[in-house]
């Protein structure tokens, strides 16, 4: 059973998405970039392939009622599911791609894309339009996941779904990796025309719930969600009990406290 690679998820998956893996693992990363692009009250802010919300609101928090904060992604689901949350600062979202940005250029000081990039097939055009998005002088900040071998918890997943249920399958996880490699991600910002170029590996250690509980609920959460109901009971227990062996190591009380590995990459324009 084939898998999408592009994560265009249905409102349903959306809210799951939302539920489990905002809260659990995108959500602490998207909030370590915006941390990491350093904004400032009053700047205005770009979220590129928001989803649902987490950097956008993350961002509208630090730039304040005097600031501004816009969302674009292209997945109507991952929208209603951001419009519904509340804000003490007003986020605007659109519907758009981020090929072609549905915002004039030079309007913002920063763009942000939180682990979106490796998604989308003509990445260099993205970088182009994020930059054509930017005042001039203006930043972006991107991440990025790392080798998936570099995180733990992913890595077993990836192997634990093939291996159970089918390689088709665990595609709808591992092309989250489609982009990581530093020197492509440096390159796509130089060539973009970006200057002040800098890419940093950085370990997020995260507290996730006990494996039988969240892997289910984190599969239902992505494109992998079709083959893993498809399979067989046994399959999928195959999938827990592998996982649950791969990761005993990182046991903490309640859960397991796993180390997630993201690039983050800053750039000028």
């Known amino acids: 059973m084939s898998a999408s690679t592009q994560w265009q998820l249905d ?109 989308i097939p003509d990445r260099q055009t993205a970088v182009s339009e994020m930059r054509r998005a930017l005042k001039p002088g203006g930043r972006v900040g991107v991440s990025l996941w790392c080798e998936v071998e570099r995180s733990p918890y992913f890595h077993a997943l990836v ?5 159970n249920i089918g390689p088709d399958t665990a595609t709808g996880l591992g092309a989250a990796f489609g982009l990581a490699d530093k020197g492509a991600i440096e390159r796509l910002l130089v060539e973009a025309g970006f200057e002040d170029v800098r890419v940093v590996a950085t370990q997020i250690d995260i507290d996730l719930p006990p494996v039988r509980e969240f892997v289910p609920e984190h599969v239902a959460a992505t494109p992998m969600s079709a083959g893993w109901s498809a399979a067989t009971p046994e399959a999928r227990g195959g999938v827990l009990r592998q996982m649950e062996d791969r990761i005993v190591a990182f046991r903490s009380k309640g859960g397991v406290r796993v180390p997630f590995w993201s690039y983050f990459a800053t750039a000028v324009h």
């Open 11 to 119: 409102l349903g998956a959306a809210e799951s998405y939302l539920n489990v893996l905002e809260p659990s693992i995108l959500g602490p990363v998207a909030e370590r970039l915006v941390s990491h692009v350093e904004l400032t009250e009053g700047e205005h802010v770009l979220d590129v392939g928001c989803g649902t919300g987490a950097a956008a609101l993350a961002a509208s928090r630090d730039v304040g009622r005097s600031g501004r904060v816009v969302g674009v992604d292209i997945n109507a689901g991952m929208l209603t599911v951001a419009r519904s949350r509340p804000s003490d600062v007003s986020v605007e979202w659109l519907e758009g791609s981020a090929l072609e940005l549905p915002t004039p250029g030079g309007e913002f000081d920063v763009a942000v894309c939180a682990q979106t990039l490796q998604f």
């Open 159 to 163: 192997q634990a779904i093939s291996t």
